[in-house]
């Protein structure tokens, strides 16, 4: 994402983003999982258009606070692409 294109998103797809996030937080809250702060910024820059979704994801998976699931997947990261679906 450029500079020019930093927080030119519009509300609605600012509120889309946020429910993005909210969706990807309740999952792993289901989960017993605890967003850590590093990864709420992350999402912080994400609804405020800041970063895009691929750019949140790749971050997410570069966090020290991801912690593989026991069937070896990104519980974390799984949860935000399936906010995406």
């Known amino acids: 994402m450029t500079v020019d294109t930093i927080n030119q998103i519009s509300a609605s797809e600012r509120t889309r983003r946020h429910r993005e996030v909210d969706f990807a ?3 792993v809250r289901h989960e017993g999982g605890i967003l850590s702060e590093e990864i709420e910024r992350l999402n912080a820059s994400y609804i405020a258009g800041e970063i895009d979704s691929d750019e949140l994801t790749a971050a997410i998976l570069r966090s020290q606070t ?18 995406r679906l």
């Open 25 to 27: 937080r309740g999952n």
């Open 66 to 83: 991801v912690q593989p699931d026991p069937t070896g997947r990104d519980l974390l990261c799984r949860s935000h692409r399936d906010a």
